[in-house]
């Protein structure tokens, strides 16, 4: 297993730059999750890894030992593909050792690997099936057993289980998991699902238009995004982004939404790294973190309900205040329709603050 670094990292396509100065170090036994949207970059990234696309400028290295120049082949490294690409016309057992007969293994060294493989996927009573025979997530173990059977460097997955059904794709999150922790493998894994991501990732790097947006561990994204992008991003309902304007008050601010003479009341402790001129700054706040209440009280807006999403655990309830909306996570039939009139509260511990121009999260360094 192995530590793999991009330093500097650009690939064009003709004209068009779809890596952009990627510097990132994935650590020895690390499960990383590339996640963005599509067409960001994250499997031209992967590939490039893997030595199935060429950088046009910068440096990969695995295991300190500069690959960018070497062929696919003699870089170690097994990828697994969302089609499953198996050998028809061999068994379970026969595709599995595929890969072992290439580096001269003895017959019983091969076969104690391939078991131990197949063990490990739950597979082993599938060894003697043709690939026609296995379901779609059966396919998709047996063509990891493959990757992984030969102890590569790393293990490279574009969007695994993306072709699989919702309820076996859950299943497989928690597999691939399993697996991770049995071998400890370097692991790279691509998708634009961030449940997926967010439930195997040591740590996610997210991507967009080229650019490495954020590294960091699924909670770390979550509650202290760097960025406009990453927090409208990961999270679902989407975090509420409102531009606000601040104006002075006691030990702290009001934070005025558009059109609301009122504004929500912040400590100064959670304003320090907020600039207080007017246009530049927005509010992020998650709905999960919107409270709204049918009785007045001290330091809550009123606002109207606008619409009601019914979730059956929760509901999803927008609310105008003055002429900002924001979406609140609500107890399922708190609120009983629209057009009805609430106080909104915030958790202010929870709110981030954005500069408009950059998008960057303003906080203090720390
Ligand atoms: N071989 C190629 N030649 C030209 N352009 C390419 C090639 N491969 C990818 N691209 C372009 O590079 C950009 C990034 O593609 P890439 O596949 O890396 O994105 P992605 O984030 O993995 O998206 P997806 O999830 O759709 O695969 C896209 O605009 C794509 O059209």
């Known amino acids: 297993m192995a530590e793999i670094a991009l330093r500097d990292v650009q690939k064009f396509f003709g004209p068009n730059q779809v890596i952009k100065d990627m510097n990132l170090v994935?650590?020895?036994?690390?499960?990383?999750?590339?996640?963005?949207?599509?067409?960001?970059?994250?499997?031209?990234?992967?590939?490039?890894?893997?030595?199935?696309?060429?950088?046009?400028?910068?440096?990969?290295?695995i295991d300190g030992e500069e690959v960018q120049d070497r062929r696919a082949a003699d870089r170690d490294i097994a990828f697994v593909f969302q089609s499953f690409s198996l050998y028809p016309h061999m068994t379970v057992y026969e595709n599995?050792?595929?890969?072992?007969?290439?580096?001269?293994?003895?017959?019983?060294?091969?076969?104690?690997?391939?078991?131990?493989?197949?063990e490990v996927l739950r597979i082993t009573p599938l060894l003697d099936r043709r690939p026609s025979a296995l379901s779609g997530g059966d396919m998709q173990r047996v063509a990891i057993g493959?990757?992984?059977?030969?102890?590569?460097?790393?293990?490279?997955?574009?969007?695994?289980?993306g072709a699989l059904d919702a309820k076996l794709r859950e299943e497989m999150r928690a597999e691939i998991k399993r697996l991770h922790m049995a071998?400890?493998?370097?692991?790279?894994?691509?998708?634009?699902?961030?449940?997926?991501?967010?439930?195997?990732?040591?740590?996610?790097?997210?991507?967009?238009?080229?650019?490495?947006?954020?590294?960091?561990?699924?909670?770390?994204?979550?509650?202290?995004?760097?960025?406009?992008?990453?927090?409208?991003?990961?999270?679902?309902?989407?975090?509420?982004v409102e531009p606000v304007q601040l104006s002075a008050n006691g030990d702290g601010a009001h934070v005025h939404l558009a059109g609301d003479g009122t504004g929500f009341h912040f400590d100064e402790g959670l304003l320090s790294a907020?600039?207080?001129?007017?246009?530049?700054?927005?509010?992020?706040?998650?709905?999960e973190a919107v409270h709204l209440s049918h009785e007045e009280s001290a330091g809550a807006l009123g606002g109207v309900t606008t619409n009601?999403?019914?979730?059956?655990?929760?509901?999803?309830?927008?609310?105008r205040i003055g002429e900002?909306?924001?979406?609140?996570?609500?107890?399922?039939?708190?609120?009983a329709a629209e057009g009805a009139p609430v106080w909104v509260s915030l958790d202010t511990g929870e709110a981030h603050f954005f500069d408009n121009e950059t998008g960057l999260a303003l906080r203090e360094a720390h």
């Open 324 to 335: 900002a909306r924001l979406r609140a996570r609500t107890p399922a039939g708190f609120v």
């Open 146 to 161: 493959r990757a992984l059977v030969r102890r590569p460097k790393a293990l490279l997955m574009d969007e695994p289980i």
């Open 274 to 287: 907020v600039p207080r001129d007017a246009g530049r700054v927005s509010l992020g706040i998650r709905p």
């Open 26 to 61: 994935i650590e020895d036994g690390e499960f990383i999750v590339m996640l963005g949207q599509s067409g960001c970059g994250k499997t031209t990234t992967l590939r490039a890894i893997a030595g199935l696309e060429t950088v046009t400028e910068g440096t990969i290295t």
């Open 308 to 319: 009601i999403e019914p979730l059956g655990s929760h509901d999803i309830v927008d609310v």
């Open 183 to 240: 071998r400890n493998s370097t692991s790279v894994y691509v998708t634009h699902d961030q449940i997926e991501a967010m439930s195997l990732a040591d740590r996610i790097v997210i991507m967009h238009d080229g650019v490495l947006q954020q590294i960091g561990a699924p909670d770390e994204v979550y509650l202290r995004p760097a960025n406009l992008f990453v927090a409208q991003f990961v999270g679902s309902p989407v975090m509420n």
């Open 96 to 118: 599995i050792a595929f890969p072992l007969r290439a580096v001269g293994m003895s017959t019983e060294e091969r076969d104690r690997e391939v078991r131990e493989v197949a």
